[in-house]
């Protein structure tokens, strides 16, 4: 098990390593520095600027004093928000998509669940066919339309939520569920679909006869077997809505990551773009890492030992 | 109760996730501001020196004071930190005078010293202002701005000395002053200079500090961190604690403008220096002198602004608290603006424009009004067939210009004729020819090119924006059904646009231009040959003849002449198109007072108040039937 995990970090600290590589040369070969102005600058002035951030130097010199920084953790100054370093930015900006994201899986989880148990045992009913609607539009709507469609209603027709905005919990509940209401379809479907698969086998067919309840039945004794390929499905699902939280971010103002790294690439902002990039490497890292424990925890056949 | 380790585990996790979305929320809740106000985008830095934009300056105007402010509406020079000046006769020499009440927000007093200062520190080349050249109108200033490239032998200098590696870095070294005697090549683009200091020559080595902290200097030299201009010879002079004298390069009937735009700000020297960069424009630490002050900031959602108690004219602040929210979607602006969460938006989404304005009754909070700003298409002289004027002017008189408004633009924006828009006093803008499809063919076919034929294929560049789209796509059918050419679009993103036109890899590209300041300068300045924003590559020595002789001319009336005529010229020789002016697409809500529609757009914030009470449209709705 140690063997394990240290053979992945080794894995991660070689691909934070590739990953940082190809960005620094692919951003540097984009045309358009980060002083690109409307407003040309002076020639002296630009000077200046470029020895600041030693964008003087040749790029080789820069690539080995830039991987000497991050390697010590210091990601530098952002280049376009003068008043910020990256670190700074990462750390005011990534709780706030930690939470968001957080909170979007928890809706995705539970709506996802309840709905895909439901009408696995409820299969071929009404309601099985509604729910399974429901959730095949959740795949095909991106969520700027969820979150236009919520705005409309919640926002104009049945005023109970702000616009927009951060600070208040009421103002996270409608980004939240629009970052995980795709995820919740998916979530959704895979549920049923694993939840038919258990109910169909021996050992609920010996539960039953031994005459435990059907609700029992299938929270206690179905749903751990049926939750694995969930499981499964979340390491991508967490990746998806932390680097897809951008769209609903801008719709709802919410000051996460999303936004800084969708415009630190437009505006050439190297350090900051360069920051988030590893940032999200190691996040999803991370999240796969956390996903292949959980199988240990959650399939009875792993042993925990 | 749950015994199993396995499920007490997935408890935990559910836990901790839960604890984290509430500790993520924890104080971020704030009181609802007296005022809010949406920000286009987050702002680079607080710090005047350093900024550009119109975003930036919104919080540079409310947290800090120049000499002299803008007068809400009219946007005239009025007392700032200054309370009187006088103007010398041949209009070189501005003296002021400081109010003795003028103080920092931490309460301690502001004199014509910390101008010096800053003005200094704006000049600086190692600060890398981009707008320093908006201050090289003061005497010797460019030769200080540009470093060691404005200095010759003879030339009276200031050597900045290094400073520790650990020292913050907004301190300057220790200056030793003396004459430069020589400059040295030493290869390997460094330079050796030559000073002379009473009764001794040294040379000194430019280098940056952990250069010079960790390496022998060459033999016989010192490590400094630059050369400059001696800055006592920069028109920039304290006669005393509340005096300040400036001396400029020639007469500019602008400059008391310029002095109340944010760049020429003071900054706290202590703060910066006790502080660092940027640590120094951290909430906690940033003193400032503007009517208000930052006290709380969080990035990409808002500033706290709340009034600063030591500002001189705090007793006439009517605003306590302002929240600035930094937010890109121009939609969510509007659902903000509707749902009563902010009372002034700069910007409406253009299908929602033209719904809000058709209502009826019209509404009471939005009225869209040109300002000093122009759309134009760039001809890109260097390149065949645009060096002939012919063809630039056929293409000019293909364009139905009441087309593009009428159709593309929602805000009721004006058809545009000539470079410098409409709305400078005493200017009368200068137009081109307008539309007339005929002459047009008969000028393309005169160049030599009858109804379009052998007319190289060509593309409007612009960059990627839909409206921007629709113009271009619109300008193209015009051009091919007028002229019988073809011609394709092509989009490119900000940065990649902005070194395309800059290394004139284009053919016609769109551009826009909003004034730096109340004078058509602002604009015709820009075409002189070789100039920086000259990105059509079209030179007339007639033109920069004129508009250096308006540059030293003293007589107003005359100087609006002479670039008059040089704006004729300009457009004449068409290497523009002027398509139509901007514009202000603000909403405001009815109780805001002390909100007016101006020329630039620009609506300072210590002038708005709110009154719920008073009936009838307020300043913001003049001029709307």
């Known amino acids: 098990m140690i063997a394990f995990m240290l053979r992945r970090l080794l894995w991660m600290v070689v691909t934070l390593w590739v990953v940082f590589t190809v960005s620094f040369f692919l951003m540097r070969s984009v045309p358009g520095g980060?002083?690109?102005?409307?407003?040309?600058?002076?020639?002296?002035?630009?000077?200046?600027?470029?020895?600041?951030?030693?964008?003087?130097?040749?790029?080789?010199?820069?690539?080995?004093?830039?991987?000497?920084?991050?390697?010590?953790?210091?990601?530098?100054?952002?280049?376009?928000?003068?008043?910020?370093?990256?670190?700074?930015?990462?750390?005011?900006?990534?709780?706030?998509?930690?939470?968001?994201?957080?909170?979007?899986?928890?809706?995705?989880?539970?709506?996802?669940?309840?709905?895909?148990?439901?009408?696995?045992?409820?299969?071929?009913?009404?309601?099985?066919?509604?729910?399974?609607?429901?959730?095949?539009?959740?795949?095909?709507?991106?969520?700027?339309?969820?979150?236009?469609?919520?705005?409309?209603?919640?926002?104009?027709?049945?005023?109970?939520?702000?616009?927009?905005?951060?600070?208040?919990?009421?103002?996270?509940?409608?980004?939240?569920?629009?970052?995980?209401?795709?995820?919740?379809?998916?979530?959704?479907?895979?549920?049923?679909?694993?939840?038919?698969?258990?109910?169909?086998?021996?050992?609920?067919?010996?539960?039953?006869?031994?005459?435990?309840?059907?609700?029992?039945?299938?929270?206690?004794?179905?749903?751990?077997?049926?939750?694995?390929?969930?499981?499964?499905?979340?390491?991508?699902?967490?990746?998806?809505?932390?680097?897809?939280?951008?769209?609903?971010?801008?719709?709802?103002?919410?000051?996460?990551?999303?936004?800084?790294?969708?415009?630190?690439?437009?505006?050439?902002?190297?350090?900051?773009?360069?920051?988030?990039?590893?940032?999200?490497?190691?996040?999803?890292?991370?999240?796969n890492w956390i996903v292949d424990l959980s199988y240990a925890v959650l399939d009875p056949r792993v042993e925990l030992q | 109760m749950p015994t199993n380790p396995r499920n007490l585990i997935a408890w935990i996790l559910l836990a901790c996730m839960l604890a984290m979305v509430g500790w993520s929320l924890l104080g971020s809740d704030l009181p609802r501001a007296d005022f809010t106000l949406i920000n286009p985008s987050e702002v680079k830095s607080v710090d005047p020196a350093l900024i550009t934009g119109q975003p930036e300056g919104r919080i540079a105007g409310a947290i800090f004071e120049g000499l002299l402010r803008y007068h809400p509406e009219t946007l005239e020079p009025i007392a700032g930190m200054a309370e009187r000046w006088e103007i010398s006769d041949d209009g070189l020499v501005y003296t002021l005078y400081l109010r003795n009440n003028a103080k920092w927000s931490d309460g301690t007093p502001l004199t014509a010293r910390d101008f010096h200062y800053s003005f200094r520190r704006f000049l600086d080349p190692r600060t890398a202002a981009e707008y320093a050249y908006q201050a090289w109108y003061l005497k010797n200033a460019r030769q200080y701005s540009s470093g060691s490239s404005g200095i010759e032998a003879g030339d009276d200098v200031e050597v900045e000395l290094n400073l520790p590696v650990d020292a913050p870095n907004t301190r300057r070294g220790e200056v030793i002053r003396g004459k430069l005697v020589r400059v040295e090549e030493r290869g390997n683009e460094e330079r050796t200079f030559v000073v002379q200091i009473p009764g001794d020559e040294v040379a000194f080595c430019p280098t940056d500090d952990s250069h010079a902290a960790s390496r022998e200097p060459p033999a016989n030299c010192r490590w400094c961190r630059q050369v400059l201009l001696d800055f006592r010879q920069v028109g920039i002079e304290v006669v005393d604690d509340l005096t300040l004298r400036l001396t400029l390069e020639h007469p500019t009937p602008y400059f008391l403008g310029l002095l109340a735009f944010y760049p020429f700000s003071p900054v706290n020297q202590a703060c910066l220096e006790a502080h660092g960069s940027p640590q120094w424009t951290k909430a906690d630490k940033i003193v400032t002198n503007g009517t208000y002050r930052i006290a709380f900031r969080r990035i990409r959602d808002r500033f706290r602004l709340v009034r600063n108690e030591h500002h001189w004219d705090s007793d006439n602040i009517k605003l306590g608290v302002i929240d600035v929210l930094a937010m890109e979607s121009i939609t969510t602006g509007l659902n903000m603006f509707m749902t009563d969460e902010v009372d002034w938006i700069t910007d409406v989404p253009p299908p929602a424009l033209r719904v809000l304005l058709?209502?009826?009754?019209?509404?009471?909070?939005?009225?869209?009004?040109?300002?000093?700003?122009?759309?134009?298409?760039?001809?890109?002289?260097?390149?065949?067939?645009?060096?002939?004027?012919?063809?630039?002017?056929?293409?000019?008189?293909?364009?139905?210009?009441?087309?593009?408004?009428?159709?593309?633009?929602?805000?009721?924006?004006?058809?545009?004729?000539?470079?410098?828009?409409?709305?400078?006093?005493?200017?009368?803008?200068?137009?081109?020819?307008?539309?007339?499809?005929?002459?047009?063919?008969?000028?393309?076919?005169?160049?030599?090119?009858?109804?379009?034929?052998?007319?190289?294929?060509?593309?409007?560049?612009?960059?990627?924006?839909?409206?921007?789209?629709?113009?271009?796509?619109?300008?193209?059918?015009?051009?091919?059904?007028?002229?019988?050419?073809?011609?394709?679009?092509?989009?490119?993103?900000?940065?990649?646009?902005?070194?395309?036109?800059?290394?004139?890899?284009?053919?016609?590209?769109?551009?826009?231009?909003?004034?730096?300041?109340?004078?058509?300068?602002?604009?015709?300045?820009?075409?002189?040959?070789?100039?920086e924003q000259n990105v059509v590559g079209w030179s007339n020595a007639q033109y920069d003849q004129l508009v250096q002789a308006a540059m030293t001319e003293v007589d107003p009336d005359k100087r609006l002449r002479m670039l008059e005529q040089a704006e004729r010229i300009l457009m004449e020789e068409q290497p523009i198109i002027p398509l139509y002016s901007y514009v202000a697409k603000n909403m405001v809500k009815p109780y805001v007072r002390g909100f007016y529609t101006n020329s630039q757009d620009d609506h300072p914030l210590w002038a708005i108040w709110i009154d719920r009470e008073s009936e009838g449209p307020n300043e913001f709705m003049k001029g709307r039937q």
């Open chain 2, 358 to 531: 058709k209502e009826d009754p019209p509404r009471d909070d939005l009225n869209p009004q040109p300002y000093l700003s122009g759309y134009y298409y760039y001809l890109n002289t260097t390149r065949k067939p645009f060096d002939d004027v012919r063809v630039r002017k056929a293409l000019s008189m293909a364009v139905d210009r009441e087309e593009i408004t009428t159709r593309l633009l929602p805000g009721g924006e004006i058809p545009s004729y000539s470079l410098v828009p409409p709305g400078i006093p005493g200017y009368e803008p200068q137009k081109c020819a307008p539309e007339n499809p005929d002459e047009a063919r008969r000028l393309l076919a005169e160049a030599g090119y009858p109804e379009g034929h052998g007319f190289p294929r060509i593309d409007i560049l612009y960059n990627t924006h839909e409206s921007h789209q629709a113009i271009a796509e619109l300008v193209r059918k015009q051009w091919q059904r007028e002229l019988g050419i073809s011609v394709r679009t092509r989009n490119e993103e900000w940065g990649s646009y902005l070194s395309s036109l800059q290394t004139k890899q284009y053919n016609v590209a769109r551009r826009g231009w909003i004034a730096d300041y109340n004078d058509p300068n602002t604009y015709i300045n820009m075409f002189v040959t070789d100039g």
């Open chain 1, 34 to 287: 980060p002083f690109s102005s409307e407003r040309n600058l002076e020639p002296e002035i630009r000077k200046n600027i470029e020895k600041r951030y030693n964008l003087d130097k040749p790029l080789v010199e820069q690539y080995f004093t830039e991987l000497g920084n991050v390697c010590r953790g210091d990601l530098g100054y952002s280049f376009k928000l003068g008043d910020y370093t990256v670190n700074q930015v990462i750390a005011e900006g990534l709780p706030i998509s930690v939470a968001l994201g957080v909170l979007a899986l928890i809706f995705a989880t539970t709506l996802g669940l309840v709905a895909g148990v439901t009408s696995a045992v409820f299969r071929g009913t009404w309601g099985d066919v509604v729910l399974m609607l429901i959730a095949t539009m959740g795949i095909a709507l991106p969520n700027f339309v969820i979150a236009g469609i919520c705005i409309i209603l919640f926002v104009f027709l049945i005023p109970i939520f702000p616009a927009a905005g951060w600070g208040d919990f009421d103002q996270l509940l409608l980004p939240a569920f629009c970052l995980g209401a795709p995820y919740a379809a998916y979530v959704a479907r895979i549920a049923r679909t694993s939840m038919l698969d258990v109910l169909s086998q021996d050992h609920i067919r010996t539960a039953r006869a031994k005459g435990v309840g059907p609700v029992r039945v299938v929270i206690v004794h179905a749903l751990r077997g049926a939750l694995l390929p969930v499981v499964s499905f979340l390491g991508p699902a967490v990746a998806g809505i932390l680097t897809g939280s951008l769209v609903v971010e801008q719709i709802f103002a919410i000051p996460g990551l999303g936004s800084h790294f969708i415009h630190a690439a437009l505006q050439r902002d190297y350090t900051l773009a360069m920051g988030l990039v590893l940032l999200y490497t190691v996040l999803l890292y991370v999240m």
